[in-house]
């Protein structure tokens, strides 16, 4: 789970170009499993790098910017998909990856 984790939050840090929904549900549904964020620390930098991305220069201003994309993409694409047993709100799902990003990028 942390391997997934670990990837899902390469991608949110800036391997998309275009913002994709369940990233973020995924990072929110890991966590409330029990994912630990920092247990995934030791693995991102080689992650980051095999994709070139500089995980220094990772910023949560840099995601929040990109907000309305993402909610745009999850009402578009993912609210559909989702059996009403494992629903979640953006807004809930959305605190869940700041938080984890905020981790990620101290």
């Not at 997934?4 to 549904?29: C, M, N, P, T, W």
């Not at 494992?86 to 990620?104: G, K, N, P």
């Amino acid at each position: 789970m942390e391997e997934i984790l670990a990837e899902k939050i390469r991608a949110l840090a800036g391997q998309r170009r275009f913002a994709i929904s369940r990233d973020v549900y995924d990072i929110h549904q890991l966590i409330k499993r029990g994912v630990v964020p920092a247990a995934v620390l030791p693995v991102l930098p080689r992650k980051f790098e095999a994709k070139g991305i500089q995980i220094d220069a990772v910023r949560v201003s840099d995601l929040e910017a990109r907000r309305l994309q993402f909610e745009t993409d999850w009402h578009r694409r993912l609210t559909y998909l989702l059996p009403r047993s494992q629903s979640a709100s953006f807004e809930d799902a959305w605190e869940t990856v700041l938080q984890v990003m905020q981790v990620i990028a101290k």
